[in-house]
């Protein structure tokens, strides 16, 4: 059997449907995410910077540390929101820092009143 793992150890058949997902999302990936001068995962440059995690497991730990970068993260690109998105076997689930959160709902209200 070939070996289809990278030096990060995600598959590229991973890959693929993580580019397809963000497509579906309109969004774009960020190249060399983390490593390189735009920080996330997926963007709408000037809207919403998205961390994306995958897991097997039945648990993920989101703690204050993880937050405060993503939120640090979402300032350096200009974008207004971030937000962590984890999925796993079933579920997904989208953790905003409050004052992101804040500003979806601004946001929503603003397009919903006019």
């Not at 730990?61 to 998105?85: E, F, H, P, R, S």
């Amino acid at each position: 059997m070939r070996n289809t793992r990278g030096r990060s150890g995600v598959d590229k058949p991973t890959r693929r449907r993580e580019k397809e997902k963000a497509r579906e999302r309109g969004m774009a990936q960020v190249p060399l995410s983390g490593a390189g001068t735009e920080k996330g995962d997926w963007r709408i440059p000037g809207v919403l910077v998205e961390d994306h995690k995958s897991t097997k497991h039945k648990s993920f730990k989101v703690d204050a540390a993880l937050m405060i970068k993503l939120q640090a993260d979402a300032t350096k690109n200009g974008d207004a929101i971030a937000a962590l998105v984890i999925e796993g076997d079933g579920f997904g689930v989208a953790v905003l820092p409050i004052q992101h959160y804040d500003e979806l709902l601004r946001r929503a209200n603003v397009t919903h009143d006019s």
